[in-house]
């Protein structure tokens, strides 16, 4: 697993299971369709992941498809890394 999986994975582990939850994360779990991040939620992970890139993503590619899986995640933050 690259560092960008593991520090996206961890971030969403910390930030949105609770500590009782005792479901195990993938890099291809369903978090918005298996109901660990709501559109809320989204919003939060996409603006820590374009302060931590120093990117921007625009909306229209914040789409809950894109931001449902750690490596859907991963890969549009690759694509915005490399337009920087």
């Given at each position: 697993?690259?560092?960008l999986t593991t520090l996206?994975?961890?971030?969403?582990?910390?930030?949105?299971?609770?500590?009782?939850?005792?479901?195990?994360?993938?890099?291809?779990?369903?978090?918005?369709?298996?109901?660990?991040?709501?559109?809320?939620?989204?919003?939060?992970?996409?603006?820590?992941?374009?302060?931590?890139?120093?990117?921007?993503?625009?909306?229209?590619?914040?789409?809950?498809?894109?931001?449902?899986?750690?490596?859907?995640?991963?890969?549009?933050?690759?694509?915005?890394?490399?337009?920087?």
């Amino acid at each position: 697993m690259n560092e960008l999986t593991t520090l996206v994975l961890d971030y969403v582990k910390k930030e949105y299971l609770e500590a009782e939850d005792d479901r195990q994360l993938t890099p291809q779990t369903k978090l918005i369709s298996g109901g660990i991040v709501d559109s809320f939620s989204m919003v939060s992970l996409k603006r820590f992941l374009e302060r931590k890139f120093q990117i921007q993503i625009p909306d229209a590619d914040a789409s809950p498809e894109a931001f449902d899986t750690v490596d859907s995640i991963v890969a549009l933050v690759q694509r915005f890394r490399q337009k920087k």
